[in-house]
């Protein structure tokens, strides 16, 4: 993995590793990775080094502070440049990060605020479904490696992850196709690790934690580890998308659902009224749900809860 940084001193509390970093050379970058570090860097001095603990991942570009959204800028520079496959970009903190329906994510030091690219060029069963349950089916897999917090994540559909019911983690995807290839899937990941944000909650928000509220022991729960294992699951469970193990990943995704059995309350994002009301039974293929005594299936919408 070639990984590039504006600031080294951060870039290695995150890859926990002090390789030799030298200036890099924009002008010898090839076409597509010299438009990235362009809009990802602006105009900042960037180093690079070369590191094979990440291996497959082909990129990682970090900074410290970005001024504007890692994943909006992959979408806008995806539609006029071919990006490779296998690119991570990851902010220490920044402005304009969001979430579905452009909601603010507020980012704090000390957690993972991630981009993902992947070019997989190809057909993909489910790739719309597939891509959005790849980022919290895999901070799942993240934390259930850590031992003293396994088994306690679940997925409040259709892609936050909650411990106790408070939410961790909030993941959004977004595809690009040409017929029936996929061209680009790219994900944004936003992972509280070592710090709680401070939010205001409503009927749809719950509250908040991050990883080291649950912790037992803060050295098997620090950000370089669990950055490590988070793009390891990435990658296993990309790997499984691209050779159709959809099924799989979605069997993975109802096991850890905290709805299914549960009555909810399904709110319009448009309108905000109240659509559906009841206990859900169960996930569909395409990750709606169903819902006892509804005929329809509810593939969109805001959910809340009904004790």
Not at 44 to 71: C, R, V
Not at 77 to 92: A, E, F, H, N
Not at 115 to 126: G, H, T, Y
Not at 188 to 215: M, R, W
Request: charged residues 20%; aromatic residues 8%.
């Amino acid at each position: 993995m070639i990984i590039f940084t504006n600031n080294t001193d951060f870039a290695e509390t995150i890859i926990d590793h002090a390789p030799k970093w030298a200036k890099n050379d924009i002008q010898q970058d090839q076409e597509s990775i010299r438009f990235l570090n362009t809009a990802i860097f602006q105009q900042q001095t960037i180093y690079k080094t070369k590191l094979k603990i990440y291996n497959p991942w082909e990129y990682l570009l970090i900074t410290d502070f970005s001024i504007s959204s890692q994943y909006d800028i992959l979408i806008e520079l995806s539609k006029s440049v071919r990006l490779p496959d296998k690119i991570l970009c990851l902010s220490g903190t920044g402005e304009r990060f969001h979430g579905q329906k452009n909601r603010k994510w507020v980012t704090l030091r000390g957690n993972i605020h991630l981009s993902v690219l992947l070019a997989p060029n190809q057909i993909v069963d489910q790739f719309h479904s597939g891509a959005i349950l790849l980022s919290p089916i895999s901070v799942i897999q993240t934390i259930d490696s850590i031992n003293s917090i396994q088994k306690k994540a679940q997925i409040k559909w259709i892609n936050d992850v909650v411990i106790e019911e408070k939410k961790v983690c909030g993941a959004i995807a977004h595809s690009q196709t040409s017929g029936k290839i996929i061209k680009m899937i790219i994900l944004g990941i936003g992972l509280n690790v070592e710090t709680t944000p401070q939010i205001l909650h409503d009927k749809f928000s719950l509250g908040t934690a991050c990883l080291h509220d649950y912790s037992n022991n803060l050295k098997d729960c620090s950000l370089p580890i669990v950055f490590k294992h988070l793009i390891y699951y990435l990658h296993q469970n990309y790997k499984k998308l691209l050779t159709n193990c959809y099924e799989e990943l979605l069997k993975n995704y109802r096991k850890q659902s905290m709805v299914i059995g549960k009555k909810v309350k399904v709110f319009s994002d448009e309108t905000g009224k109240e659509i559906v009301s009841g206990k859900v039974l169960d996930i569909g293929n395409n990750l709606e749900l169903i819902i006892k005594n509804y005929c329809d299936a509810v593939n969109k919408g805001r959910i809340v809860l009904v004790e």
